[in-house]
């Protein structure tokens, strides 16, 4: 587990922040549970424990630590035993919605596996954990368990009644809602690593008020992205091409290397956001999910293209470390699809620094149409 082998002091920087978010829950909620937003428990964990925040990737992990991954979640502890969602495949009904209970069962398992695993590739992790912030009247709880890969070839007991087949693999009980394409998995929250009380305020607002009134004077920071764009990891009409993109190693004509791609830039982001990166072949600073960083350029007619220099370091990161394709495969828009990413995220921080991230089947679509 996670929680336990962090220091004191961590924690109780941890404990302290959730106490302080879980304080303001009557601006939200008159219950006298805590209310804790679950974007809110991401960036608390991340700060005090110094972890990677994953969560601008569009994969299975929050974070990441000491080659953990962690999934964070919160939710009610009602009778310790509720189901909690943990994957969403609306892009992914095409795979499945003819099939069978059993073979449903079968095919969204493999899915989420899929999704693990490639969350491993990418945030060179080689363990998982879920870590809870379970709540209670006046109290929060600290619950771990290991994100174990379903064990597909031990799924039993499937069940469908109207839109919802349950189902049991060795480790864990799981629930797929047809309707909303959504798993979710039992959380049997019994033994708890951390309990402590959280005291709401009665009149949050007025307590804001006197923090704003405290730090008016001071000078507040400018977020740190200051832009973001998405670019897809496909040509036209949703098809990675044979012999350019991320398989621009298999072109004709000069001698190349094995791991040469560049990850296509749509004349459309330039006419979007002409300024979004430097100009030709000036370098740059890209952030890997895993810590690395490369040394990258916009280079090609039209600066369709955003490669790294050494000119296989991206593709050696993406084909051989992230996609675990083998040498000499052709990478396809299915086996994109079998993971569930067909686009990156790329956060602007300055001209000189960028952070790349994997996006969800139709986020670089979703862009443009947002933007027009």
């Known amino acids: 587990m996670f929680y336990s082998k962090e220091v004191n002091d961590n924690k109780q920087e941890y404990i302290n922040s959730l106490q302080i978010v879980g304080s303001l829950s009557n601006l939200f909620s008159e219950s006298k549970v805590p209310y804790l937003y679950y974007r809110v428990s991401e960036k608390i964990f991340c700060s005090s424990f110094s972890a990677n925040d994953l969560s601008r990737g569009d994969i299975a992990y929050d974070a990441s630590k000491n080659n953990i991954g962690v999934g964070i979640k919160t939710f009610l502890r009602g009778n310790s035993k509720t189901l909690q969602k943990i994957a969403e495949f609306n892009k992914d009904r095409e795979l499945y919605k003819d099939l069978k209970a059993e073979d449903i069962a079968r095919k969204v398992s493999n899915l989420r596996n899929n999704r693990i695993e490639f969350a491993n590739r990418v945030s060179s992790v080689n363990s998982a954990i879920y870590h809870c912030i379970v709540r209670e009247e006046d109290n929060f709880l600290i619950f771990e368990e290991k994100m174990d890969l379903i064990d597909i070839e031990k799924i039993n007991s499937v069940k469908q009644k109207n839109n919802t087949i349950t189902f049991n693999d060795s480790i864990s009980e799981y629930s797929f809602n047809l309707s909303k394409s959504t798993l979710y998995k039992r959380f049997l929250t019994i033994n708890f690593l951390e309990k402590f009380e959280v005291k709401i305020f009665e009149n949050p607002l007025e307590e804001l008020k006197n923090c704003y009134e405290k730090m008016e004077?001071?000078?507040?920071?400018?977020?740190?992205?200051?832009?973001?764009?998405?670019?897809?990891?496909?040509?036209?009409?949703?098809?990675?091409?044979?012999?350019?993109?991320?398989?621009?190693?298999?072109?004709?004509?000069?001698?190349?290397?094995?791991?040469?791609?560049?990850?296509?830039?749509?004349?459309?982001?330039?006419?979007?956001?002409?300024?979004?990166?430097?100009?030709?072949?000036?370098?740059?600073?890209?952030?890997?999910?895993?810590?690395?960083?490369?040394?990258?350029?916009?280079?090609?007619?039209?600066?369709?293209?955003?490669m790294s220099n050494p000119n296989e370091a991206l593709g050696k990161w993406l084909l051989r470390d992230v996609l675990s394709l083998k040498e000499e495969e052709i990478l396809t828009y299915e086996k994109l699809q079998t993971i569930g990413i067909d686009s990156v995220r790329i956060d602007k921080i300055d001209n000189e620094n960028y952070y790349i991230n994997f996006s969800q089947i139709d986020s670089y679509e979703e862009f443009i149409e947002n933007f027009n």
């Open 217 to 306: 004077s001071k000078k507040v920071s400018s977020p740190k992205i200051i832009d973001t764009i998405y670019l897809p990891l496909y040509g036209k009409n949703k098809v990675v091409f044979p012999k350019s993109g991320l398989n621009q190693w298999n072109a004709g004509g000069r001698k190349r290397g094995i791991n040469e791609i560049y990850i296509p830039i749509p004349i459309k982001i330039h006419q979007i956001k002409p300024n979004y990166f430097p100009k030709r072949d000036i370098p740059f600073n890209m952030h890997l999910p895993n810590g690395d960083i490369l040394n990258s350029k916009v280079c090609q007619d039209n600066s369709k293209a955003l």
